[in-house]
C-alpha cells in the first residue's frame, strides 16, 4: 500500500512522525480523507475534533485536537495543532464529567476527547 511522511504536533509537543497510508481530519470544511497522492492543499482544523492516522505498520492512531491546521503536499502530510492528546490519554470519565461545564472552552475540549476516546475504541 502507498505511505506518505506524516506529522503530528501540537503546540506543546510533537506526538508522531512516521510512514501513514490514510490521514483523516475535521476541518471547517468538513470531515477529509488524505491518501498519499493527493492533491496539496491546506486547510483549518476545528477546535474540537480529531484526526486519525493509519499508519504504515497497520496502527490506528486517534488524537483529539483544538485547532490548527494540515497541510498536504506530494511528500508530506503535516497537521500543526494548537493543542491536542492522543485518545488513549483520555480520561474518559473527567471528559463526560467536562460536557456540562458551562465554560465553553472546557465544553468543547470534552467534546473532543470524548469523539477521539469513542473513535478510537471503534477502531479496535
Known sequence: MAEI?????????PLWKGKATSV????TE????????????LGQLVNNGSVTIK?????????SVQGGFISVSQKKISILADWAIWADEVNLSE???NLTSDDPAVKAQ?????RAARRAASAR
Do not use: K, N, Y
Open 5 to 13: 511522511t506524516t506529522e503530528l504536533v501540537a503546540v506543546e509537543r
Open 24 to 27: 483523516s481530519a475535521q476541518t
Open 30 to 41: 468538513g470531515e477529509i480523507g488524505v491518501l498519499p497522492g493527493h492533491q496539496p492543499f
Open 55 to 63: 499508519t504504515a505498520d497497520g496502527e490506528t492512531l486517534v488524537a
Open 95 to 97: 471528559a463526560e464529567a
Open 110 to 114: 470534552a467534546e473532543s476527547e470524548v
